[in-house]
């Protein structure tokens, strides 16, 4: 009796020294874990080539020109020559080798399958390493972070989908431009268009086309943003390179947080600020003005989504059985400040 005595006193000092132990073992067992090798995190093909290159292994965009000159002729009218010229620059952001890699084993190394291993050629590459590439040197368009969060980086686009680095003597075929015009967003009758800007492989609206093919169908439509007639461009609504400033505005430009701001910069009349104002004009009942009118293109005037009372409806439900306006609710003669009123709570008049 006095042993279960002693036992039984001695017992929360035995299920102390128990517990103890047991999260000593786990807590070992986490750091055994945890303290596993993982390894420095690979760097992208044409980084990496760089990252491990010494100065001599640079050799000059002369020594390039000896075996590509048909490229070196191109290389040389192009705007990038100008930035990576000049003689204060690394080995590694100069000529040829800042985007294709040092050339010395590039030279030591021309047996098949060999080749390719020891320089970068953004042509024969996948999208993740061209934008690597691009990214060393275009790091203030923007981030690799921001670049990866892109609807165009998911859509595993690369620069060069877009953009040339050089042109060759294919894409600068005249005939070539041509037979690309001939299939063109653009009207035949379209006014002139400036020539392309930023290295883009064709005309912005024409290059946006090949992709966005549903928008390119609502820009036929008989009321449209004038991006056919050459007078308005993609880019004019849309931020292809979103940045972290471009994200704090908030505007269409980088996925229509608020559409309005983008609106607002050429239909200043309709933007207010009003006294009295209408909800999607502020953007505080959604999607702003994109809620009534269609951004590229509708089949009713004004590029309104419906044409009729319809319109109205979507919101103003309670007034679908008990108010006949006429055809529209604006047309009537009643709303006539549709977008805000300074004097009227109703929007009656402007």
């Not at 000593?24 to 690979?42: D, E, F, I, N």
């Not at 931020?239 to 471009?246: A, Q, V």
Request: proline letters at 7%; one cysteine or more.
């Amino acid at each position: 009796m006095m042993h279960i005595k002693h036992w039984l006193r001695a017992w929360p000092s035995v299920a102390m020294a128990l517990s103890m132990a047991a999260l000593a073992g786990v807590s070992l067992v986490g750091q055994a874990s945890s303290s596993k090798p993982t390894g420095p995190k690979k760097a992208p093909f044409p980084v990496a080539l760089h990252a491990g290159a010494a100065a001599e292994d640079y050799l000059g965009e002369k020594t390039c020109g000896g075996c590509h000159p048909a490229y070196m002729e191109s290389y040389e009218a192009s705007p990038h020559a100008q930035y990576v010229r000049d003689p204060k620059l690394p080995g590694d952001h100069r000529g040829c080798e800042s985007c294709h890699g040092p050339g010395k084993n590039h030279l030591e190394h021309q047996e098949e399958g060999e080749i390719q291993k020891y320089i970068f050629a953004p042509s024969k590459s996948s999208a993740a390493d061209v934008n690597a590439s691009c990214l060393r040197c275009h790091s203030r368009t923007m981030s690799e972070a921001h670049w990866k969060k892109s609807s165009h980086a998911r859509g595993d686009i690369s620069c060069i989908s877009c953009h040339f680095i050089h042109k060759d003597a294919k894409q600068a075929d005249p005939a070539a431009r041509a037979t690309r015009d001939a299939q063109s967003i653009r009207k035949p009758t379209a006014v002139a268009v400036k020539e392309t800007q930023h290295l883009l492989k064709d005309h912005e609206a024409d290059l946006c086309a090949s992709c966005h093919k549903a928008d390119v169908a609502q820009f036929r439509q008989p009321y449209h943003h004038p991006v056919p007639e050459g007078r308005m461009t993609c880019s004019d609504c849309h931020e292809p390179h979103p940045t972290r400033t471009s994200l704090r505005k908030g505007s269409m430009r980088v996925g229509l947080k608020n559409p309005t701001q983008v609106c607002a910069t050429c239909h200043r009349e309709v933007a207010g600020p009003f006294v009295y104002q209408h909800d999607p004009v502020t953007g505080a009942s959604g999607d702003g003005c994109i809620e009534c009118h269609k951004p590229h293109g509708a089949t009713n005037p004004k590029m309104l989504g419906a044409f009729s009372r319809g319109l109205c409806n979507q919101c103003h439900t309670d007034k679908n059985a008990t108010h006949y306006p006429g055809q529209t609710c604006w047309a009537s003669g009643c709303h006539a400040a549709l977008h805000g009123s300074n004097s009227d709570p109703n929007l009656l008049v402007r």
